[in-house]
C-alpha cells in the first residue's frame, strides 16, 4: 500500500521565503502548497487537502493570526498549525498560542532543522490521529467483545472468564478463583470499590493502573465496571500501554525542548504560574533569571548550526549542574521547591528560584551559572569560550503575573548586554521605560519611509588641490512628529537589528543620486557619497540594485562613492569582496569609513579595492593637543599615500587642523570648520566658494604637557 503523501499549506508574502521552505520541506518529503497572501491560504484551505498550515504572522492583506483563528473555527483544535514570526516577544508568541497555534519557527528560519521541527509535528500529530482512532476503535470493539472480560461477586470471586485476551496474562484462567490470587491486593481492592460504588450510584466506573508483571515489563490497564445485579458486577479490562506511550511522546514534544530535553517556553510558563499562586498563597518570594550567551549568533554564523547546538546542550547541561540547590544556598526550609529550568529558544535559557528567602541568593546563583559558562566549550576543531548576560526579576515587587515577571527579567538581560555583557542586572523600572521608549520609536521607524519623514543633508568636501568643494558626504535625518528631530546614533542601530535599514539605505541612495543628479544638470558635478550598512553589504543584490537607481535618475557612476566603515568590512569574506569588485568594475569609487577605528592590517588593506581612506574624527580632533593622535594621523596619511589611496580627513574644525593636513598631505577636509551638514537646496549656493589652506608644519607644537 502506497503511504499517502502528507501535504502541507504553507503561506508567507515573502516569495524568496516560500520557495527555500518549499524545497526544504519537499526535500523531506512533504506535499507543499503555496499561498501569497493570507486571504489565497484560506481559499487554498477550502478547496485543498490539508494535514499541516505553516502561516507567516505578518502578511499584509491577512495576518497570520486571523487565518489561525478561522482554520480553527473551521476544523478545531487538531490541525497542527505552525506560525512563521520573527517577532521573538512574550506577547506575539503568547498570541499565537492564544489563536490556536500549535508551535511557531522564529525568524531567521534555520534551515537545518526546520524539516525536522516540523516531522516531530507531523510525528506528533499522526500520533494523536493515532490516539483519536484508536480510542474510536475501542469504544466499537468494547461494546461487542472487549479485550478480557470476566465476572466478580461482591467478595472479589471471578464467578466467569467471558472473554480473555492476550494483553492480561496476569488473569488466572480457571474461574471459581479469588481476584486477589491474579492482582495484587491493593488493585483487587480497586475493583471491589469501584463495584460498591457502581451499585450504589448507579452508574458505570472507570479506573486504570500500571501492573508490573512477571517479566519485569510495566503495563498500563483501563477497566469498567458495570453492574449485573446484586451480587455480580461485570468487569472489562482493556491493555492501555501504547496509548499512555503515546501520550507520554506528545506531552514530550508539546512541553520539552527536543534539543536540551529541558522544558520549553510553554512548559515554563504553566510552572511558573504555579509557582506565582504558590508564592502569593503561602507569602513568600521567588525570582526568574533571563540567561542569553554573548556572541552565540557568531558561533551559528561562522561555524554552522551543529556547533551551535553542542555548545546549546552542553550549556544545558552545565546549568543543570550548578543550579543543585545545596550547592549555592543555604536554607531551613527542607520542603522548599526545586529550582526550575527552562529553555525558549535559540540561547535563551530561563530559571525560577521558589521561595527565596534572600535576594542575594538569586545573585549568588546567576554568578555561579556565569562563572560555569565562561569553562571553554570544547568543540571538534577548536574550543570556544562564550560569556552569559543575565537579568533577574523578583516576585512580587517586580510583577505580580508570570508574563509581566518573565518580560522584566528579559528587560534586565539586555540592560546587562548594554552594561558590557558578561554581567547580571536586577530589573528595575526605569529599565522598562527605556525599553518602551525604544519599541515605539521601532514603531514609528516602520512608519518614517511611507511617511515621508526622512530628509537628507549633504556636508560639503574640501578638495584641497582644488581649493573648493568637489564632493559632499550624505547624511539622512529624521523629523518625527512628536519627537522632532531624532539623532541617528537613535535610529540607526534600531534599523540594523529590525533590517529596516535595507530600505531606508535603499532610498537614501536613490534620493541622493536623484538630487546630485539636478546638480550635475545645474553645472554643479560633485561626486556624492553614500553610507552603506554592514547588512547592505550582504545583500546579494546590492550590485543591481546600485545599477538600477544609477540608470533611474541618471547619475553617472564615477560621480558615486560608497562608503564603509572599517568595522562592517572585518567581517568580509569572498562574496563582499567579490560585490565590491564588481562595483568598481562599474567605476563606483568605494571609501573606507571611519578608518583606524577597527583592526585593519596591511593585508587587509591591500586586498580591498577601495579608492578612498577617510581618517576618523576621534584622531583629527586632539592631534594638535596629543603627539600620540598626532603620530597616528601621521601614519595613516603615510600608509594609505603608499597603497595608493586619497585621503579623506573627517572632523576639521580648525584652521590650524586644516593647514597641518595639508602639510601631511591630506586629499580632502570635511569638517565644521568649512561647513555643517546643509540641504540640498543650499549646496549650490556654497559650492563655488573658494579657500585658501597654507600647509604648515605641526612640529613645533609644545607636547610636553600632553
Known amino acids: 500500500m502506497i503511504a499517502k503523501p502528507f501535504k502541507i499549506l504553507l503561506a508567507d508574502d515573502d516569495a524568496t521565503v516560500r520557495l527555500l521552505m ?187 493502573y500500571p501492573l508490573k508483571l512477571d517479566n519485569d515489563e510495566t503495563r498500563y490497564y483501563e477497566n469498567r465496571i458495570v453492574v449485573i445485579d446484586s451480587e455480580e458486577t461485570l468487569c472489562l479490562v482493556r491493555d492501555i500501554s501504547d496509548r499512555k506511550d503515546s501520550e507520554s511522546k506528545i506531552f514530550h514534544l508539546a512541553y520539552y525542548d527536543t534539543l536540551t530535553g529541558l522544558p520549553n517556553r510553554q512548559s515554563f510558563m504553566e510552572r511558573l504560574k504555579g509557582e506565582i499562586k504558590r508564592a502569593r498563597y503561602t507569602d513568600n518570594k521567588l525570582a526568574i533569571l533571563f540567561l542569553d550567551l554573548d556572541g552565540f549568533k557568531s558561533i551559528n554564523d561562522t561555524m554552522g548550526h551543529n556547533a551551535g547546538d553542542t555548545i546549546l546542550k552542553c550549556a544545558a547541561d552545565r546549568l543543570q549542574n550548578s543550579t543543585r540547590l545545596s550547592d549555592f544556598v543555604s536554607r531551613t526550609d527542607k520542603n522548599h521547591s526545586e529550582v526550575k529550568l527552562a529553555r525558549l529558544g535559540g540561547d535563551e535559557f530561563t530559571v525560577i528560584i521558589p521561595n527565596l528567602l534572600r535576594t542575594e541568593d538569586a545573585l549568588i546563583l546567576a554568578h555561579r551559572i556565569r562563572e560555569t559558562m565562561r569553562h571553554p566549550f570544547h568543540l571538534e576543531s577548536r574550543d570556544v569560550v562564550l560569556t552569559t548576560s543575565i537579568g533577574i526579576a523578583l516576585y512580587p515587587s ?49 512608519n518614517a519611509l511611507q511617511l515621508n519623514e526622512f530628509y537628507l543633508v549633504y556636508q560639503p568636501q574640501f578638495d584641497i588641490a582644488e581649493g573648493n568643494f568637489q564632493s559632499v558626504e550624505t547624511l539622512i535625518r529624521w523629523q518625527h512628529p512628536k519627537q522632532g528631530l531624532v539623532s541617528p546614533i537613535d535610529f540607526i542601530p534600531l534599523a540594523e537589528e529590525n533590517g529596516l535599514i535595507l530600505p531606508i539605505g535603499e532610498w537614501v541612495l536613490r534620493t541622493a543620486c536623484t538630487e546630485a543628479a539636478q546638480w550635475h544638470k545645474n553645472g554643479k558635478c560633485l561626486q556624492v557619497a553614500v553610507n552603506l550598512s554592514p547588512l547592505q553589504i550582504k545583500d546579494p543584490e546590492l550590485v543591481n540594485k546600485v545599477l538600477g537607481i544609477l540608470t533611474e535618475t541618471g547619475f553617472p557612476p564615477n560621480k558615486l562613492i560608497l562608503e564603509i566603515t572599517e568595522g562592517a568590512l572585518m567581517e568580509h569574506d569572498e562574496n563582499t569582496l567579490t560585490t565590491l569588485h564588481e562595483l568598481r568594475k562599474h567605476q563606483i569609487q568605494i571609501a573606507l569609513d571611519d578608518f583606524g577605528t577597527g583592526y585593519s592590517s596591511m593585508n587587509y588593506l591591500r586586498r580591498l579595492p577601495i579608492n578612498y581612506i577617510k581618517v576618523d574624527q576621534s584622531f583629527v580632533r586632539d592631534m594638535l593637543e596629543n603627539k600620540n593622535n598626532l603620530a597616528i594621523v601621521l601614519a595613516m596619511i603615510s600608509l594609505s599615500t603608499n597603497l595608493g589611496f586619497s585621503v579623506t580627513a573627517e572632523g576639521i574644525e580648525t584652521l590650524e587642523q586644516a593647514q597641518a593636513l595639508k602639510y601631511f598631505g591630506c586629499d580632502t577636509l570635511q569638517g565644521y570648520y568649512f561647513s555643517k551638514p546643509i540641504t540640498a537646496e543650499k549646496i549650490c549656493s556654497i559650492i563655488n566658494q573658494k579657500w585658501s589652506i597654507q600647509a604648515s608644519n605641526p612640529s613645533a607644537i609644545d607636547h610636553e604637557n600632553s
Not at 40 to 56: N, Y
Not at 66 to 84: A, D, Q
Not at 90 to 102: D, L, M
Not at 422 to 436: G, P, S, V
Open 398 to 446: 517586580d510583577g505580580n503575573d508570570a508574563e509581566t515577571l518573565l518580560k522584566h527579567a528579559d528587560t534586565a538581560m539586555y540592560h546587562a548586554k548594554n552594561e558590557g555583557r558578561d554581567n547580571c542586572q536586577f530589573y528595575n523600572a526605569e529599565l522598562t521605560l527605556q525599553a518602551e521608549k525604544r519599541m515605539h520609536l521601532e514603531n514609528d521607524l516602520r
Open 22 to 208: 518549499q524545497a526544504a520541506l519537499e526535500k523531506t518529503g512533504f506535499e507543499v502548497t503555496l499561498a501569497c497572501n493570507g486571504t489565497e491560504a484560506i481559499r487554498l484551505f477550502e478547496t485543498t487537502p490539508t494535514d499541516m498550515i505553516m502561516l507567516d504572522v505578518e502578511m499584509p492583506d491577512m495576518d497570520g493570526y486571523t487565518v489561525c483563528s478561522y482554520v480553527r473555527e473551521k476544523v478545531g483544535n487538531e490541525l497542527p498549525i505552525i506560525m512563521v514570526t520573527g517577532m521573538d516577544d512574550v506577547q506575539s508568541i503568547t498570541r499565537a498560542f492564544e489563536v490556536g497555534a500549535t508551535d511557531f519557527i522564529p525568524k531567521p528560519i534555520n534551515w537545518n532543522l526546520l524539516s525536522y521541527r516540523v516531522l516531530y509535528l507531523k510525528r506528533a500529530y499522526l500520533n494523536l490521529l493515532a490516539l483519536k482512532a484508536a480510542n474510536a476503535r475501542s469504544v466499537a470493539i468494547f461494546s461487542a467483545i472487549p479485550d478480557t472480560m470476566f465476572i466478580i461477586n461482591d467478595q472479589g470471586k471471578i464467578l466467569d472468564i467471558c472473554s480473555d485476551a492476550d494483553t492480561t496474562p496476569w488473569l488466572i484462567r480457571n474461574s471459581a478463583n479469588p481476584l486477589h490470587q491474579s492482582l495484587p491486593q491493593d488493585i483487587a481492592n480497586l475493583y471491589l470499590d469501584a463495584a460498591e460504588q457502581a451499585r450504589y450510584n448507579g452508574t458505570v466506573e472507570l479506573f486504570d
